[in-house]
């Protein structure tokens, strides 16, 4: 059976339904466009009949008080002309009467063609409403014809389709028989070998066909506390833009505690966000007589992308979900190609920080070896400035030696020493002779 492929307007939900369904939707709103035309049509014919009757009226009204305009424009000039007449009043008089019987007459036959036009008018309006009647009767009688055609191709249609129905119902019921049978082989096949290598064998199978890119393998990994069965991650020029989560869930019809397909709902996600996988499929042959899991299940109200299916949609659904992220592939290869960006803008910083930090280190070791020859250079000065008080010192102490050697005669050292004196006196040469 053919199934169609329906999106919610609100929420967005794909969802699938049979022919039948299909049919039968599309037939409501076949009906409900039609009524709604219907009735659209018969306001549209009581709009232009009332417009066509409000014309008449109208029309006739202007006619009235134009022809009523007139004649009184006409008396007014007559009495103007009276009242100008002064000097021939009799003659004006006379002339008046006889206009005024003229316009009397004239206005009594006015007033008769008014009447006649009005009469005219009156019957044009009875025509116009009566053919105005008389067309939208015409289009009533054959929408109602059209609606009854509609309707006996309704009832024809309803009564195929009730058959045709039946007919669904019974090929649906054989259907369900041979994939109850088909389940019980299946189930006692799957517990030979187990469910999880009948989906290995199966991707196995298909691995050269369409994942050449792609990794499907146990997760082993249970740093986490649990692991999940298998790992799907696809590639994309070394860029990972796809990965799913499996679970396998498989229970014999003779186990005593039946296990539901929630109960291992929570686990799964768990696996899934410890192995940083985006998706999550619990493949399972759990709830047999279920009617919500009867091929691929979304369950994404409950956990985040996450879905139950049955084992032979195993492929279908890793096929459904790499096409749906193949979309997403530029996306993430430019993501990587930021982080890339961002690894080296990081390298970049940690080397100019490695660098910071041994120029300062030279920095600081050459401060410290210049502070000790600014404290060698100042003890330098120090001992520099004891040798120039002391050389000071040493100019001082010869100036006075030198004064002191200045002043100094044979008087001063012969002061007080009278041998000395007298042997001075003799090497003095007498008076009135020169020094020889």
């Not at 002064?86 to 019987?101: D, H, I, M, P, S």
């Not at 259907?175 to 299946?186: G, N, P, S, T, W």
């Not at 919500?292 to 992308?305: Q, R």
């Amino acid at each position: 059976m053919n199934a169609r492929e329906i999106k919610c307007p609100r929420c967005g939900t794909a969802f699938t339904i049979d022919e039948a369904e299909y049919a039968d939707i599309a037939q409501q709103v076949r009906t409900a466009e039609f009524e709604k035309d219907l009735h659209t049509r018969l306001a549209e014919a009581e709009k232009v009949k009332a417009a066509e009757i409000k014309l008449a009226e109208a029309k006739a009204a202007q006619e009235a008080q134009k022809t009523s305009a007139e004649k009184d424009a006409e008396i007014q000039r007559l009495t103007t002309e009276l009242t100008n007449a002064g000097t021939a009043k009799e003659l004006a008089e006379t002339k008046v009467a006889q206009q005024a019987q003229k316009a009397a007459s004239e206005k009594d036959a006015v007033i008769e063609r008014l009447k006649s036009e009005l009469e005219q008018a009156a019957t044009q309006r009875e025509l116009a409403v009566t053919k105005a009647v008389s067309t939208a009767q015409e289009q009533l009688s054959e929408a109602e014809k059209q609606l009854a055609v509609n309707k006996a191709e309704q009832l024809a249609q309803d009564a195929a389709l009730r058959e045709s129905h039946s007919k669904e119902l019974a090929v649906k019921d054989e259907l369900i028989e041979r994939y109850k049978d088909m389940k019980a082989k299946l189930s006692v096949k799957l517990l030979g070998e187990t469910l999880e290598q009948h989906c290995e064998n199966e991707f196995n199978r298909a691995r050269s066909l369409g994942f050449q890119n792609a990794e499907f393998g146990k997760d082993n990994d249970t740093s986490g506390g649990t692991k999940g069965d298998y790992i799907f991650r696809e590639f994309s020029d070394g860029v990972e833009y796809i990965s799913i989560m499996f679970d396998m869930k498989n229970e014999a019809d003779l186990t005593a505690s039946k296990k539901k397909n929630a109960d291992f709902l929570a686990k799964l996600d768990k696996d899934r966000n410890d192995k940083g996988c985006e998706y999550a499929v619990l493949v399972s042959m759990l709830e047999e007589d279920s009617e919500l899991y009867t091929g691929i299940t979304d369950v994404s109200h409950l956990y985040p992308k996450m879905f139950v299916i049955r084992p032979q949609f195993f492929l279908a659904i890793i096929a459904l979900l790499r096409n749906a992220a193949q979309t997403n592939i530029l996306v993430k290869s430019e993501l990587e190609q930021v982080k890339k960006q961002n690894i080296d803008i990081t390298n970049f910083e940690a080397e100019l920080d490695e660098f910071k930090s041994g120029f300062g280190r030279n920095v600081d070791l050459a401060k410290r070896k210049f502070d000790a020859a600014i404290k060698d250079i100042d003890a330098a000065i120090d001992r520099l400035q004891k040798v120039k008080e002391g050389l000071l010192g040493s100019g001082n102490n010869l100036r006075l030696a030198s004064d002191k050697a200045t002043g100094l005669s044979v008087k001063k050292l012969t002061k007080g020493n009278p041998t000395m004196q007298a042997k001075f006196a003799e090497l003095e040469p007498p008076e009135g002779e020169d020094a020889a």
